[in-house]
């Protein structure tokens, strides 16, 4: 027990002693994602390039139960500027990764979405790489690129790739088509001001940050304070809930599933929507037109019931209704459209769009036992 605690200890540390971190220019993108030097292959293992560092969420974006290995590297001598609310101003020249993979078993990919978040946890005998997207901060403004795994390095495929896997469910096995996007496609999430159409990352912002770190026990926004990476104010930070299977963290405090308050029930479902949805769901996002406003400041408990949906007939779902009359029907998951289009894999009307052909079934049963508790009624 001992070694292998040891063992995996020395592989964290060595995880960010690879290689120098390359930047290219948008017109010289490598073929090869080693040639970055964020994110390599040496035997059985991950490693990560010098000065890169691993992160993880509070809440993740559900991504057909795929693990994800997310890196950032801020070029030497530049830092971040601190928002409470928005994305992180990252400043040009920052590189951010997110390696999808599942573990496999019996020849079968099974999930992995409880994936600690140290590169050293991987053990890639057992563990198929799918992709690696990066994010690259060019001075024009964030560039999407999708490198796919095939053998000990990935690459580049603009146009994005499909790949098929036979997935373990609970009580059965199912047919997983799993689509690459494209380096347009990435937009879809990732323009989350429609007005701009620039791409942004999701998950830089203190509320998702806001946590400990993979590796250690430290704060990931003190950890980058720590570095010299960023300037933070003083008092409490915005802090969404972390999420796991069977766990509701608050704080520093635990609580059993289900046996929660209806406050922290909220909290939970909040940060899920914030995150899988709040991207396009915002006043600002691609889905501003659809009145149905998800992230974080318009579900919260000063929110106008009407924006986050409750008693808002849909303006343009066509048949994604799946014959509802209200986006959130205050005490009747089922006949609310959001637990509908977070119920289907029709392609047609499920929610997210992109990103998804599974249904997330703790993330729907998190939002289902909020809007139960909800009261009103829609008359």
């Known amino acids: 027990m001992f070694r292998n605690t040891l063992i995996a200890l020395l592989l964290g540390v060595l995880a960010g002693c690879g290689q120098p971190v390359s930047f290219f220019d948008a ?9 970055w030097g964020i994110v390599t292959r040496s035997g059985n293992r991950l490693v990560l390039g010098q000065d890169v560092d691993t992160y993880d969420l509070n809440t993740p974006l559900f991504s057909d139960y795929a693990g994800k290995l997310r890196t950032l590297w ?25 390696t999808f993979f599942y573990d496999q078993h019996n020849g079968q990919l099974i999930r992995s979405d409880q994936f600690s978040g140290n590169p050293a946890d991987l053990d890639l005998d057992r563990t198929l790489i799918i992709e690696t997207r990066l994010l690259v901060h060019q001075p024009h403004g964030w560039d999407a690129l999708p490198y796919v795994w095939d053998g000990a390095d990935a690459v580049l495929k603009i146009t994005g ?3 098929t896997f036979e997935f373990k469910q609970t009580d059965s096995s199912i047919v997983l088509n799993y689509q690459v996007p494209s380096k347009n496609e990435c937009a879809g999430c990732h323009a989350t001001d429609h007005t701009s159409g620039e791409n942004q990352p999701i998950g830089m912002k203190a509320r998702h940050l806001n946590r400990p770190h993979p590796l250690e026990a430290t704060n990931q926004l003190d950890r980058l304070s720590q570095r010299g990476l960023i300037r933070l104010p003083a008092g409490d930070l915005p802090a969404n809930a972390r999420w796991s299977d069977a766990q509701l963290h608050v704080g520093d405090r635990d609580v059993g599933d289900w046996e929660v308050s209806d406050r922290d029930v909220a909290h939970r479902a909040r940060s899920y929507l914030d995150i899988n949805c709040g991207h396009c769901h915002n006043p600002r996002g691609a889905a501003d037109t659809s009145g ?9 408990p000063a929110a106008n019931r009407r924006a986050m949906g409750v008693c808002k007939p849909p303006i343009a779902s ?7 009359l209200y986006s959130i029907v205050p005490g009747k998951p089922a006949q609310s459209i959001l637990s509908y289009r977070m119920r289907t894999t029709d392609p047609a009307d499920r929610m997210p769009e992109i990103g998804r052909t599974l249904v ?6 998190v939002v289902d036992a909020w809007l139960a508790g909800m009261s009103g009624e829609c008359l």
């Not at 017109?27 to 040639?35: E, W």
């Not at 066509?318 to 509802?324: A, H, I, L, P, V």
């Not at 997330?360 to 049963?365: F, I």
């Open 27 to 35: 017109q010289h993108y490598p073929a090869k994602l080693s040639d």
């Open 318 to 324: 066509g048949g994604g209704s799946g014959g509802n």
């Open 360 to 365: 997330d079934a703790e993330g729907v049963a």
């Open 292 to 300: 149905l406003m998800l992230d974080i400041a318009s579900t919260g």
């Open 161 to 163: 790739d499909l790949q």
């Open 74 to 98: 801020i070029p030497p001598g530049e830092s971040a500027v601190f928002d409470a609310d928005k994305t992180l101003e990252l400043p040009v020249g920052t590189i951010l990764s997110k």
